[in-house]
């Protein structure tokens, strides 16, 4: 069964690097590509990007200065890493299998990362 | 960013149905397959429905999809309270070139 884990620091300072990993079990990670998304609270969806084993990115446009997506094939792990945060950064992230640009067909229960000092 | 609007609630009784618009344009429901995903806060999204029309396996048949031009549509036969949640319709957007989602609706039984 696939399954998938996000984890990270819960609270990150103003202007500092948001990191995030998602850990895969149940899948090689080769076999697919990975997406992150979030949800401010009280929001929708937002789609932040997509990431292939082989480094191949997809950043969503209105943030691609600020992202970066990684993975650790060995490790079974995707990262995510969101640069100079501020409160509008605040929301639950999720990490996703991309069946398809417009599948996504398995999720992490997400995890909740506020911005604050 | 989301450019698919959907009705913020719907409510029906247990047994009864409710339908779901998920209203966008030609740039991303119009030209592209839609999904569907049930989200209970706190827990994983669930993918419900894929390509417009497609159940994943284990998905009972009480869901279903159906898309018309640039509208997607969500129905829920047999409502169960365990249907209470936020379902969301999601694609790919040509224009924006990124995925988008919907407003989201919550479902009440």
């Known amino acids: 069964q696939v399954q998938l884990q996000e984890s990270g620091p819960g609270l990150v300072k103003p202007l500092e690097t948001l990191s995030l990993t998602c850990t895969v079990s149940?899948?090689?990670?080769?076999?697919?590509?990975w997406s992150w998304i979030r949800q401010s609270p009280g929001k929708r969806l937002e789609w932040l990007g997509y990431?292939?084993?082989?480094?191949?990115?997809n950043y969503n446009p209105s943030l691609k200065s600020r992202l970066t997506m990684e993975v650790d094939m060995s490790k079974g792990q995707v990262f995510l890493e969101l640069a100079s945060v501020t409160a509008a950064d605040t929301a639950f992230y999720y990490c996703?299998?991309?069946?398809?640009?417009?599948?996504?067909?398995?999720w992490g229960q997400g995890i909740l990362v506020t911005v604050s000092s | 960013q989301s450019v698919l609007t959907q009705p913020p609630s719907v409510s029906a009784a247990p047994g009864q149905k409710v339908t779901i618009s998920c209203s966008g344009s030609?740039?991303?429901?119009?030209?592209?397959?839609v999904s569907w995903y049930q989200h209970i806060p706190g827990t994983a999204p669930k993918l419900l429905i894929y390509?417009?029309?497609e159940r994943p396996s284990g998905i009972p048949d009480r869901f279903s999809g159906s898309k018309s031009g640039t509208s997607a549509t969500l129905g829920i036969t047999g409502l169960q309270t365990g249907d209470e949640a936020d379902y969301y319709c999601?694609?790919?957007?040509?224009?924006?070139?990124?995925?988008?989602f919907g407003t989201g609706t919550k479902v009440a039984v």
């Open positions: 996703a299998r991309v069946a398809s640009v417009t599948r996504l067909d398995y």
């Open positions: 999601g694609t790919w957007d040509g224009s924006l070139s990124a995925g988008v």
């Open positions: 390509d417009n029309t």
């Open positions: 149940g899948t090689s990670i080769s076999s697919s590509y």
């Open positions: 990431i292939y084993y082989s480094g191949s990115t």
């Open positions: 030609d740039s991303n429901v119009g030209r592209n397959f």
